[in-house]
């Protein structure tokens, strides 16, 4: 059974930083895809950031580009999320997301449509 279980989240000033947690069960092996995506108040699921194991290429939305990292930790079955400079924009639920990809899957998209396991989320407050 796979598990994807978000931490992290809190309130924050704009211009502060948080790391965003996944610890992920259930998945092992080549060809996983992670990534993060956030829903903001009356908003669409938005791709924030997304890495294949296979080949480790990142993939950023472009409102987190510069500002944001993604990362994993194998041998912790862990995903992270380092989030800087942060802006009142970036205020939402953040998600994490999990899919075994195809073989040859070397780049995760950033469409939610492409991931089939989902966490519950950790919010992420900004404030001015």
């Known amino acids: 059974q796979v598990r994807l279980v978000e931490s992290g989240g809190g309130s924050v000033q704009a211009g502060g930083s948080l790391r965003l947690s996944c610890a992920t069960s259930?998945?092992?092996?080549?060809?996983?895809?992670t990534g993060w995506f956030r829903q903001g108040p009356g908003g669409g699921r938005e791709g924030v950031a997304s890495v294949c194991n296979s080949d480790g290429r990142t993939n950023y939305g472009t409102p987190v580009k510069g500002r944001f990292t993604i990362s994993q930790d194998n041998a912790k079955n862990t995903l992270y999320l380092d989030m800087t400079d942060l802006e009142r924009e970036d205020s939402a639920m953040y998600y994490c997301?999990?899919?075994?990809?195809?073989?040859?899957?070397?780049?995760?998209?950033?469409?939610?449509?492409?991931?089939?396991?989902w966490g519950q989320g950790t919010r992420v407050t900004v404030s001015s």
């Open positions: 259930g998945l092992s092996g080549s060809n996983i895809c």
């Open positions: 997301a999990a899919r075994r990809a195809p073989a040859g899957t070397y780049e995760a998209p950033l469409n939610k449509g492409f991931y089939n396991y």
